[in-house]
Nanobody, 124 residues
């Protein structure tokens, strides 16, 4: 299984970006997909997650009402729409996936598969 993330870049504060992550070699339509991020010198942190079978979504408080996670099960792809970006959103963003419905959706330990990361830089 491989996860390929894309869509990162440089944007001014207040701007928007959409990240995409496509899985190949496996299907996650009934499992869990998520986004995490890691800034230099900081721990990797949960950003957003989405479950299969109904698509329940979960967000970190820091991104709630600004970011939206969605998925296209036909394309085996998860998206992260990021609006009203702030300099503190600057980080390397990683997609993650698991073929099970994770209870602890915000815990990185539960995910079996990870993408390579895409850099998001927000200038002030």
């Amino acid at each position: 299984v491989q996860l390929q993330a894309s869509g990162g870049g440089l944007v001014q504060a207040g701007g928007s970006l959409r990240l995409s992550c496509t899985a190949s070699g496996g299907t996650f339509s009934s499992g869990t997909m998520g986004w995490f991020r890691q800034a230099p010198g900081k721990e990797r942190e949960f950003v957003a997650g989405i479950r299969g079978f109904g698509g329940s979504t979960f967000y970190a408080d820091s991104v709630k009402d600004r970011f939206t996670i969605s998925r296209d099960n036909v394309k085996n792809t998860v998206y992260l729409q990021m609006n009203s970006l702030k300099p503190e959103d600057t980080a390397n963003y990683y997609c993650a996936a698991d073929q099970e419905l994770l209870v602890a959706i915000g815990s990185a330990r539960g995910y079996d598969y990870w993408g390579q990361g895409t850099q998001v830089t927000v200038s002030s």
